[in-house]
């Protein structure tokens, strides 16, 4: 069965710290990653994607994902973080047995607090 | 570019009326629309994908006859809760996803409130 896996509710860490959220992923065919945030009280918002290509892939606000096809890995990263930066994290992969309507797999989401 | 609205941002009802709610792409035309629930301190799940002239595909447990799903237009999306419930109340969330591809990522309306007395 395809899923993703986001082992961490809750990720703390203090400004101007690099940061990771992890993200783990099971399909059956190559993975199309997408992170998104959601900040409080706000829409999600894309991040950055992987379809092919460079495994590390940057998007916005500063923030990269590292592909890793052996570790079935797609962690999230930001070499210093702001407290900004607060949110909810999702990562998703797309349901490659949806056939052509474009439904992605969501993890549980992971709570990120950056600390003054 | 890319920007998705949704209305109402906040609707209370009382339990046993309809509240409708509407996606719009502002900015692009959206071949597909998504429509999530999310509770509290939880992931989205999703509920249906609408595309643009044919009848929403829904997900397992999601009741079709409820949960009123129209994609008229390549712009608007409409998502109606007939005969709502207090357990009907949650954060509801549109997306849109362009054509062109299945690589597009889905852009993401603010959500809707929706709270039944």
């Known amino acids: 069965a395809q899923s993703v896996a986001q082992p961490e509710d809750q990720v703390n860490v203090a400004e101007g710290n690099p940061l990771t959220v992890k993200c783990t992923y099971s399909?059956?065919?190559?993975?199309?990653l997408f992170w998104y945030v959601q900040y409080p009280n706000r829409g999600l918002q894309f991040l950055l994607k992987?379809?092919?290509?460079d495994n590390l892939v940057k998007g916005s606000y500063g923030f990269e994902a590292e592909f890793n096809k052996s570790q079935t890995s797609f962690h999230l990263k930001k070499p210093s973080a702001l407290v900004s930066d607060s949110a909810l994290y999702f990562c998703?992969?797309?349901?490659?047995?949806?056939?052509?309507?474009?439904?992605?797999?969501w993890g549980l989401g992971t709570s990120l607090a950056v600390n003054p | 570019g890319a920007v998705v609205s949704q209305h109402p941002s906040r609707v209370i009802c009382k339990s046993g009326t309809s509240v409708k709610i509407e996606c719009r792409s502002l900015?692009?035309?959206?071949?597909?629309m998504f429509w999530y629930r999310q509770f509290p301190k939880q992931s989205l799940m999703l509920m249906a994908t609408?595309?643009?002239?044919?009848?929403?595909?829904?997900e397992q447990g999601v009741e079709k006859d409820k949960f009123l799903i129209n994609h008229a237009s390549l712009t608007l999306s409409t998502l109606t809760v007939t005969s709502a419930h207090p357990e009907d109340s949650s954060f509801y969330i549109c997306?849109?996803?362009?054509?062109?591809?299945?690589?597009?990522?889905?852009?993401f309306g603010p959500g809707t409130r929706l709270t039944v007395l």
């Open positions: 900015d692009f035309q959206a071949t597909t």
């Open positions: 609408s595309n643009e002239g044919s009848k929403a595909t829904y």
């Open positions: 399909v059956s065919g190559n993975p199309y």
């Open positions: 998703a992969v797309r349901d490659l047995q949806a056939g052509n309507n474009r439904k992605l797999i």
């Open positions: 992987y379809i092919t290509g």
């Open positions: 997306s849109a996803s362009t054509s062109g591809g299945l690589y597009n990522e889905q852009f």
